[in-house]
């Protein structure tokens, strides 16, 4: 049972998930600062008052749960819009190194030509 568990843990998969976690956390968190410290100050200079935590009817404190809503919508939109301009980034890359990639294949190709019209002449002129 211990060989196992040491199989599966130490699987790529496993440890791809935990690095995947511990970064997600820490991005999280980066996420968080984010919305609490510069976009949710902007929100309250242009409309006012948006922490609606307050709120509640009776002891059922339904202004926390809308607050909480808020918090996901404003984080789930700064993740979309960072995902967004990552892969934007990285399909900018790609393109430049498939451009990069074809270059050095034409210039093979024109190699090799200029070697085998080298050799031609040379057989040519034995």
């Known amino acids: 049972m211990w060989k196992e568990f040491k199989e599966f843990a ?40 948006v922490d609606v935590s307050d709120l509640a009817y009776k002891s059922i404190k339904y202004g926390a749960f809308i607050q909480s809503v808020i918090d996901f919508v404003i984080i789930a939109f700064s993740i979309f819009l960072f995902i967004k301009i990552v892969m934007s980034l990285g399909n900018k890359m790609r393109r ?31």
Do not use: C, W, Y
Request: hydrophobic residues 50%; charged residues 25%; aromatic residues 2%.
């Open 10 to 49: 130490l699987k790529g998969n496993v440890l791809d998930l935990a690095v995947g976690v511990i970064i997600g956390a820490a991005f999280g968190k980066i996420v968080t600062s984010l919305v609490e410290n510069i976009i949710m100050p902007i929100v309250t200079l242009l409309i006012g008052k």
């Open 96 to 126: 430049q190194n498939e451009v990069v990639e074809e270059a050095a294949a034409e210039t093979q190709e024109d190699v090799l030509k200029d070697i085998r019209e080298l050799l031609r002449q040379q057989n040519e002129h034995k």
